[in-house]
């Protein structure tokens, strides 16, 4: 069964820098794709950056967080990492981990496999 264990999350100010980490187990990640999403109170969980697992590493990222966030990975560690810099109080939200087979999808009903989520908060 896949697991996935996020952390790193806490309280930063405007402008400053997180990275959160993904740890996954409990199967083989050459064929998924690993997402990160995020949730802001009273709001829809939303897509913020994907990564497939396979050699070619393809990535994507939402408009809102490109040129801020970078998804990368450690095979070795099976581990998925979100670095965010320059955050906005609008980036504040529980963050989740999640894996799927197949490709980058962007809408969180296409992934089967979920963390339980770090709080990310960004003050003013």
């Known amino acids: 069964q896949v697991q996935l264990v996020e952390s790193g999350g806490g309280l930063v100010q405007a402008g400053g820098s997180l990275r959160l980490s993904c740890a996954a187990s409990g199967g083989t990640f050459s064929r998924h794709a690993m997402g990160w999403f995020r949730q802001a109170p009273e709001k829809e969980r939303e897509f913020v950056a994907g990564m497939t697992w396979d050699p070619f590493m393809s990535v994507s990222y939402a408009d809102a967080v490109r040129d801020r966030f970078t998804i990368s990975r450690d095979n070795a560690k099976n581990t998925v990492y979100l670095q965010m810099n320059s955050l906005k109080p609008e980036d504040t939200a529980v963050y989740y981990c999640?894996?799927?087979?197949?490709?980058?999808?962007?809408?969180?009903?296409?992934?089967?496999?979920w963390g339980r989520g770090t709080q990310v908060t960004v003050s003013s």
């Open positions: 999640a894996a799927r087979e197949g490709l980058i999808a962007s809408m969180f009903y296409e992934y089967p496999y």
